[in-house]
């Protein structure tokens, strides 16, 4: 009997195509999880059972948060990257590495196909396509739910007419969760209006005094919360998950361009991930020079467009990756940041390489670094070519 990988959430999809690959297609069916850092032991566990109770041969949790952090996640940090402004790239940053791990899995295994339960209309078929393709180009691709093109109700008839029984309720939501945010996809998110009801996302409102809490940076790196350090940035970053998610923090719905050229919305909740960027981004602004914070979001945006379209593997991400670690040598320092219900405030930060140093002067009161000829000199010559254009140009009527 020929193997089949199927990467394996346990949700809607991914159970759809455990039970066709093997009723239908008469495949011998590994599942695998590839854990991001977004699922609890019990969770594991029953999506093991779930597995297991849809016929599949062998279950495997895969995981890859420290690999997945490593290689992406603090390469977001040190970018500050959001896409459009908004997104921290929650689930599209991790499945470029669940990918690679299905990949080597597949390798493993020996199988024959490898499968994904990604539909025809997203980014994710994309990026597991590609990751597959350049990895194990030997492996044939199997799709169900986008060859054919299944729509969420049909797929809940098909699981109920084999006996599964799952919560369909809460199936009406596309679920993805990981260490770097939870995205949220339904009905509501397929209009351009319509917001996510409350009860949409999985973690509710349940703290409501105000929390003060002091981040600790290393070289860019979140090392610390208030008095204690962490052996690695995945533990603190799950630990002000624990902090800040209960504030009901890091909300949105993101809208952008897909990879095949239609516009996607999504929501998604992403507590930590949103506070860590704001208060590594106020760090920055306080220890590096204006054309380093420049360059950095020329090269940041880019990056972050790159990964978000599945290109992790592509030689041009790791050329970026030297420059934004190279930024971070004086990226060290506390960062002070209030949590409330439903909103954050990066409040303030304190570093030996803070430039904002008294000891040049204070903007808009005092210098101590220049005298006022200095400054007359300067502004002559720093404006002395606009001068020149408009002179020979004739253009001083401009201003009036």
Known sequence: MKKVVLAFSGGLDTSYCAIYLAQELGLEVYSAIVDTGGFSEEELKEIERRAYAMGVKQHTHLNETEHFYNSCIRYLVFGNIL?????????????????????????????????????????????????????????????PIRDKRLSREEEITYLKEHGVEMDFQKAQ??????????????KETLTSHLPLPEEAYPTQLSKTEP?????YFEKGELKGINEQIFEHPVQAIQHL????????IGRDIHVGDTIIGIKGRV????????????????????????????????????????????????????????????TQQNVTGKVFVQ???????????????????????????????????????????FGNQTKMYHTVNNTAEWAD
């Open 83 to 143: 896409k459009n402004n908004t997104y921290p790239l929650s689930v599209s940053a991790e499945r470029v590495t669940q990918a690679i791990a299905i990949a080597n899995h597949a390798k493993a295994v020996g199988a024959d196909y490898v499968a994904h339960g990604s539909t025809g209309a997203g980014n994710d078929q994309v990026r597991f396509d590609m990751v597959f393709q350049a990895l194990i180009p030997e492996v044939e691709i199997i799709t």
């Open 173 to 186: 939501y596309s679920i993805n969760k990981g260490i770097w945010g939870t995205s949220v996809g339904g």
């Open 211 to 215: 929390e003060h809490v002091t981040l």
């Open 241 to 248: 998950q624990e902090l800040a998610a209960p504030f009901a």
């Open 267 to 326: 929501g998604f909740e992403a507590a930590a991930p949103m506070v860590i960027i704001k208060a590594h981004h106020l760090l920055e602004k306080h220890v590096l020079t204006k054309w380093q914070l420049y360059w950095k979001d020329q090269l940041s945006a880019w990056y972050g467009n790159w990964l978000h379209e599945g290109q992790l593997l592509d030689p041009t991400m790791r050329d970026i990756e030297a420059f934004l670690e190279s």
């Open 339 to 381: 949590l409330a219900p439903y909103h954050f405030q990066v409040q303030g930060i304190e570093s030996a390489h803070d430039l904002m140093s008294d000891k040049f002067g204070s903007y808009g009161e005092m210098n101590r670094a220049w005298t006022s000829d200095d400054v007359k000199g300067f502004a002559k010559i």
